[in-house]
């Protein structure tokens, strides 16, 4: 098996060459934007939220940045990466990002690939368009390798199509909430030679009416019973006691509008039930597959894709805080993003210690020698 590739900051700087510099049509340029680049990343690892954080960050730790960059004007000014973020195309920054990570992530054969939108809340508290990306996390990686700008939680549906096909998603198998939950969409996961487990909901009414009313007869029919696999699962933490029964069928023939689906092959039931403080609550889920798997299966992947909930999206809002940043014009917020999720990638990466992301992000701030181990 070919070895990953490590995360490093020589590798991302060796690629940044590949973005255009919106500088160029203004003429005087003292300051390379491999340099704005790399000092805003190193910036945000250490935690710092403004363009005068970012600065000011530069600028008092300028001789240690120059013995990996050239900065042959000093560190840029507050309007210098202002300007320059506002005026970044974010496609060019993002296949940097992708090209960063592929050797990283390597192959996606066998591992589960998350997706799901999260919207950036500060951006529309200065009357701009909510700002609303759909991010691509590889669980087993924890590692994000693509994202996509859909305005609005409802263009979800349009966007996630165009980010499958960007992506090598060749076996791995694709999760989503109910909102992905689109003809289409299995249509792109199976061109993209992927599998795909999709959440069912009254989006899609007819399809999640009749699985609801197929496991309802089945689980009391004496013969369908042998076309289902059960699997069921108990879990402690928080307080509460979570009970998991998953019920899974490979028999979809019945479906009159299977040929719709692209490669449907199974319907899967998650129950749970919680316990807390005497209180008991149940729900029951419904998902489509491309898989013909068993239920043990089916947890797994059902329970992995809040991964990117737990391990991105909310490591982005309450390690740097991206929900509160007040950076809200033109191209900056989304460019702002992928560089925090870059940071968060460099962070976790590092394993010489136990300590949280937060106490990550003040060491590397602090202790240079850690910052630069991290980093190369």
């Not at 974010?90 to 990283?104: A, F, K, N, S, T």
């Not at 700008?149 to 263009?155: A, I």
């Not at 059902?302 to 950076?327: K, P, T, Y």
Request: charged fraction near 25%; aromatic fraction near 8%.
């Amino acid at each position: 098996m070919k070895r990953k590739e490590h995360l490093t900051i020589t590798r991302l700087v060796g690629l940044t060459g590949i973005i255009e510099d919106p500088r160029r049509r203004y003429g005087n340029r003292r300051h390379e934007l491999v340099d704005i680049l790399i000092v805003t990343l190193l910036a945000i690892i250490c935690g710092c939220e403004t363009w005068k954080d970012i600065r000011l960050y530069g600028a008092q730790k300028k001789e240690w940045l120059r013995t990996f960059l050239r900065l042959p004007n000093g560190i840029p000014s507050v309007s210098t990466f202002r300007r320059t973020f506002l005026w970044i195309k974010p496609d060019g920054l993002e296949d940097v990002y992708r090209q960063w990570v592929r050797p990283y992530v390597g192959s996606c054969q066998g591992k589960q690939v998350c997706l799901d939108g999260k919207t950036v809340c500060g951006v529309g508290r200065h009357g701009e368009v909510m700002l609303h990306l759909v991010s691509a996390w590889v669980r087993e990686d924890g590692i994000t390798i693509g994202q996509i700008n859909t305005d609005e939680k409802s263009n979800e549906i349009k966007a996630i199509p165009k980010l499958i096909e960007q992506l090598d998603i060749r076996g791995g198998t694709v999760t989503t909430d109910a909102m992905g939950c689109q003809k289409a969409i299995t249509e792109a996961v199976i061109a993209g030679e992927g599998q795909y487990v999709f959440a069912v909901k009254q989006n899609q009414p007819t399809l999640y009416e009749e699985i609801e009313e197929y496991f309802r007869w089945a689980i009391h029919d004496e013969t369908e019973q042998h076309h289902l696999s059960h699997y069921a699962e108990r879990d402690f933490g928080h307080g509460k006691i979570a009970h998991w029964c998953v019920t899974a069928t490979k028999n979809t023939v019945w479906f009159e509008s299977n040929q719709d689906w692209a490669a449907l092959r199974s319907f899967v039931m998650v129950e749970r039930t919680t316990e807390k403080d005497g209180n008991k609550h149940q729900e029951c889920a419904y998902f489509i597959s491309s898989l013909q798997a068993d239920a043990a299966t089916f947890q797994r992947l059902v329970r992995g894709h809040w991964s990117i909930e737990n391990q991105l999206h909310w490591m982005l809002d309450c390690q740097f805080n991206e929900d509160a940043c007040l950076i809200h014009k033109g191209n900056a917020p989304q460019n702002l993003s992928l560089i925090r999720k870059m940071a968060l990638a460099l962070l976790k990466r590092d394993t010489s210690s136990k300590l949280s992301i937060r106490s990550k992000q003040k060491l590397a701030g602090w202790n240079d020698d850690f910052a630069l181990s991290m980093i190369l």
